[in-house]
């Protein structure tokens, strides 16, 4: 068989269509363009529009008569080209998570450099400003230990789980790990989980490093700022480059480190179009890449746990370890469980919480009451006749916001106006069942009327400048009291702060989803741990039913060793993840017998391409079956191996797309789901 030589005049682009397939196009003739143009933005005409897209190959054999393709546009030279690493790591997640090529590609761009209108940017200038660095506190042993750790194994590829307790002092060894990278004449990547952390952190790192250009990456940039900074990441400009999950995919010619923050953290899963973990991808790059990643946690997810300390024969990642808090005298809070079955909370306070809080006015400490759930109760409802506030476009209820005065849906958005009387019997008795925080800030404004309040949570707290606002108060003392979601969990240093109190954490105990005690623990952990972190000891309360639940013993110990433990165990025996691979097939309908339906059809496809090794379940509907007006259904697969499993459902895929479905029919495939 002779191979048809290449067409020197084609050129293969990658546009942002939900097609598993590359688009062909004639080069210019004058210049042709050539291998060194691949990685280069092009505009192309695609039917009656102009489109962006990216060049991954020049002189390809084509299916298509080289007469019949249309010239590509304008080549876009404003940039260098997206580099082999990056076309590496696109490719990879392209492949893992089954998503179209050129939506992987297009999606890792930042907006103006893949829109037709704006696609030209322009440089911005940036001024070392002239500000002496900060000067580092001297390592604790445990730091010193662990970063001595890192710099002896060099500065190719290892994967690190750095486990540190709350206030360990995790950021310092980040530090000192960006600053032997910039020594080295690389660049670092510092991804964190959410924009909440970005300005604290940023300001940190900008203090330790004011000569270095850092630069961060967030989706609440300005679209110029955004793509200034990518570009300013992508042409070696900026050293340091801090980002959320996005942000793994930022081209970076002299990479040399890269550090996963909060690497439990839920926000790293990207949960709807290309649905990739940055976590995950993270590792990849830095194999790829040959450079070392540092996945840093106070509460490690269970599968970086596995992989650390080869529970299922793994050991892939080099533990390091930090069990002491940094700051000298600062100890991990005591963690007091109190009984609500002997002490009854009133309003959801016990009057031992009540009375640790105003012990902490007294002498002008902070008190959090932590409870995850804003609004100001969770349902209203009509004692006459029953009626309860149902969203009407999703399985889920209205959620009372007293503030304003409106019932809101926290699923789909919904919201209106809280009516005066029932609207099935007209009674004007309405009840606001449970509670959530601004009925607990009511409660506690009630109860201390002297305190200063302060709630932050997602209503509260809905923009970035409310929410540095709030920081703010924080810090400076102009709060005595906060009440707060998992919002005020992560990450935060208040040195005034030294209670905590969880008011309600039960319900995920006895949740149907197999890890909420996994996030139930960290929670607990992460906002336990803002307690006490300066000089003043730190307590934290919990109000609990149950007070021998392993979990709740696990975290007075602040165990969280044996809690991973024994939940990898039950794991192990249950079959679930890390213990196999998961695959999950969603589709959504407005009627719920089409999702079904087309399920049903994707599993007949399923059981021909199926080999011994994978297992599908049954088509059932998901655990809120209908969000915003669709009716919503999945299947799932699992296999013991993630090999056997990507082969199938590359294979399933294929035919999973040749099924009708009828034209309101959403469907996705999401790989190692972390919501099932
Ligand atoms: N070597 C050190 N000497 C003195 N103080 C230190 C040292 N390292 C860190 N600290 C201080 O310890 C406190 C906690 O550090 P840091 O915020 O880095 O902890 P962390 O491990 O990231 O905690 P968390 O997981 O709770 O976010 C900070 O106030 C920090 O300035
Ligand atoms: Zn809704």
Redesign the pocket.
Known sequence: MTERPLEPGLVRVALDLPLRRLFDYRSPDDPPLTVADVGYRVRVPLGQRQRIGIIVAVGVDSDVDPEDLKPVGEVLRDLRPLPEAWFRLTRFCASYYHVPLGQVMLATLPARLRTVAAARTRAGRHLAPDRPALQPPPLTVEQQAVLGTVLAAGTGFHAYLLHGVTGSGKTEVYLRLIEWALTAGRQALLLVPEINLTPQLEARVGERFPAARLVSLHSDLAEAARSRNWRAACGGEARIVLGTRLAVFTPLPELGLIIVDEEHDGSFKQQDGVRYSARDLAVFRARDSDVPVVLGSATPSLESWANATGSGGRGRYRLLTLRQRAVEGSRLPLVRIIDTRLEKPQDGLTGALLQAIEQRLQCGEQSLVFLNRRGYAPVMSCPACGWISG????A?H?VLHLVDRRLR?H????QTRLPRQCPTCGNQDLRALGRGTQRLEMVLAERFPQARLLRVDRDSASSRKQWTELLRRIHDGEADILVGTQMLAKGHDFPKLTLVGAIAPDAALFAADWRAPERLFAQLMQVAGRAGRADRPGEVLLQTQFPEHPLYQALCRHDYESFATAQLNERRQAGFPPYTHQAVLRAEAPHMAEAMAFLAAAWDCAAVAATAAISFYDPVPMRLAR??SMERAQLLVESPSRRALQAFLADWLMQIETLRAPSRLRWHLEVDPLDL
């Open positions: 969203c009407q476009r999703c889920a209205l849906c699923h789909c958005g919904f969000r915003a």
